[in-house]
């Protein structure tokens, strides 16, 4: 089907190596990925600072892949009022990485509502989007 599109779920921050459970730009393009997950909060969890996540954004922009740039807060920044500051400082590590922004998506998923049963309300939602937005037209 041609409205079908094969995005990885991550992807490693060099070329092909042996890096034994991880997947390289050029494997993800010879597979027909035309997008990757970068920064997800289940790879941050394990681990994964802004720095290796924005190199891994910039590898695989500069291999050919779009990227889908991740971004989102715990439960604890949100209660302290820090989820701004908090994704700012992700966005801002993507841009000391990236360059051309013109095929990075970026999306944000509030790390307190994955398998919780909590939702964003729309103002916490549209608090989030209006600065990311803020952020573009400053940064980008």
Known sequence: RSDVRVSGQDVWKQGNGAFTGETSAEMLKDLGAEYTLVGHSERREKGETNEVVAKKAAYALEKGLGVIACIGETK????????V??????LDAYAAEIKDWTNVVIAYEPIWAIGTGLTASPDQAQEVHASIRAWLKEKV
């Open 85 to 90: 500051a908090y994704i700012t400082e992700q």
């Open 76 to 83: 604890e920044l949100r209660e302290a009022n820090q989820t």
